[in-house]
Nanobody, 120 residues
């Protein structure tokens, strides 16, 4: 099994910043893409940002220029730096990793989520 543990969520005023972290552990052979998704109340889960093992990143249009995704492959950790936060960024943020376990089984893994609340 592979576990993903997120941290760094919280309450912040509009215009503020937060940094999310997600560490993968367990029976990991390798991790391909890692990413962050979010789900607001009554909405579908949506991709926020993703990054390949080589460092190529892509972002949702709504966060381009404000959020930055990065990863530390040695630590199996992905980060999301969120600046100039807006009330519409309020959601539960989920970490995702596309990983091979030590039995060579590839599947997506999800964290349990961390709440981000932006007050106006």
């Amino acid at each position: 099994q592979v576990q993903l543990v997120e941290s760094g969520g919280g309450l912040v005023q509009a215009g503020g910043s937060l940094r999310l972290s997600c560490a993968a552990s367990g029976r990991i052979l390798s991790i391909n893409a890692m990413g962050w998704y979010r789900q607001a109340p009554g909405m579908q889960r949506e991709l926020v940002a993703a990054i390949t093992s080589g460092g190529s990143a892509n972002y949702a249009d709504s966060v381009k220029g404000r959020f930055t995704i990065s990863r530390d492959n040695a630590k199996n950790t992905v980060y999301l730096q969120m600046d100039n936060l807006k009330p519409e960024d309020t959601a539960i943020y989920y970490c995702n990793a596309d990983a091979y376990d030590i039995d060579y089984v590839k599947r997506p893994y999800w964290g349990s989520g961390t709440q981000v609340t932006v007050s106006s």
